[in-house]
């Protein structure tokens, strides 16, 4: 049975060895605080955790799951624990950044992103088959290792994950319309939403929100450090996410102000058949 490490035992690195342990590999974790190591190992989502590194060194294969800023710092720290061959691949949601930092630390590095996610963070939001049916993307370079490549391919697939490949700086501008910019949109609707200045008002629309509000304020509604992550190290593209959707919405602005309804209409019968690209009906949850 083959051992693989998880370093950072939260949402991610929970949900990963929740399901690698099932897919019947021996799981070891790595984390900063002892509490959350115990607290992986409770959980069930690895079969031993340290907050020693040489814990790590029987791993074929080592799963970064810190966030995004610790993740060159971590692969330095563990340099001395590690064989050369093992395989080091990380889930960071900005790829160019981690590319840049942590490939000149270890040849043997598979950048990726696994493209599922939850509102909470911690070992403890940590669920099984969160990757099923999502997209795992591998963002590797010239110099990644074909072989390291094709493994960690064979476990996402082993997780029932869309695997796809692409450039980081393609990965980075895709996510930003995808992921980034979602975020910053939905954490906008929510500070509008709470302006309103009528208290009672605000309390019927706490009361009355619905499905639709619940889907468009899920991702705003998540941690702040993941959406300062997002946009500290993907700002370029971030930048040109947002600009583009404030154009979007002031021409919906225009619209309504000049009682345009039939190129409000146009606007979403567009916006109808561009959700059909994205999310095809036979591909909706
Ligand atoms: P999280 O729940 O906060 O987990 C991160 C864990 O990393 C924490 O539990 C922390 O554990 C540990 N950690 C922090 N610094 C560390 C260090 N220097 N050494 C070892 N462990 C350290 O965050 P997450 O949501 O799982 O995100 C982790 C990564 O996944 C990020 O890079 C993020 O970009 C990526 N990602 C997130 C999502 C999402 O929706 N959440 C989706 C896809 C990818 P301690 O308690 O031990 O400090």
Avoid at 184 to 207: I, P, R, T
Avoid at 266 to 274: D, P, S
Wanted: proline share 6%; charged share 20%.
């Amino acid at each position: 049975m083959s051992t693989i490490g998880i370093v950072g035992l939260g949402l991610i690195g929970g949900c990963l060895g929740l399901d690698l342990r099932s897919r019947g590999y021996q799981v070891v974790g790595f984390s900063r605080r002892q509490d959350t190591c115990d607290r992986a190992v409770s959980f069930g989502a690895v079969d031993g955790a340290s907050v020693d590194p040489s814990i790590l060194a029987p791993a074929e294969i080592i799963f970064l799951c810190t966030p995004i800023e610790a993740i060159a710092p971590v692969v330095k720290q563990l340099q001395p624990f590690l064989d050369p061959n093992t395989i080091l691949t990380d889930v960071g949601s900005v790829k160019q950044a981690v590319v840049d930092a942590a490939t000149p630390l270890w040849s043997n590095f598979v950048p990726a992103h696994p493209m599922a996610g939850k509102a909470e963070n911690g070992i403890e939001a940590a669920q099984k088959d969160l990757f099923v049916n999502r997209p795992y993307v591998i963002t590797p370079v010239s110099s990644t290792p074909e072989a390291s490549i094709a493994k960690v391919e064979e476990i996402a697939r082993s997780l029932h994950s869309w695997v796809y490949q692409c450039s980081p700086a393609d990965h980075d501008r895709a996510v930003a319309w995808i992921s980034h910019l979602p975020v910053m949109v939905s954490a906008s609707l929510l500070g509008a939403c709470s302006s309103e200045s009528n208290s009672q008002v605000l309390d019927l629309a706490y009361k009355l929100a619905s499905s639709g509000f619940y889907d468009t304020s899920r991702v705003g509604g998540g941690y702040p450090e993941l959406g300062v992550m997002m946009a500290k190290y993907n700002q370029h593209h971030v930048l040109q996410a947002l600009y583009a959707y404030r154009d979007r919405l002031n021409n919906c602005i225009e619209s309504i102000e000049n009682r345009d309804w039939s190129g409000l209409e146009a606007t979403l019968e567009q916006t109808r058949q561009i959700r059909d690209r994205f999310f095809p009906p036979e591909n909706r949850y």
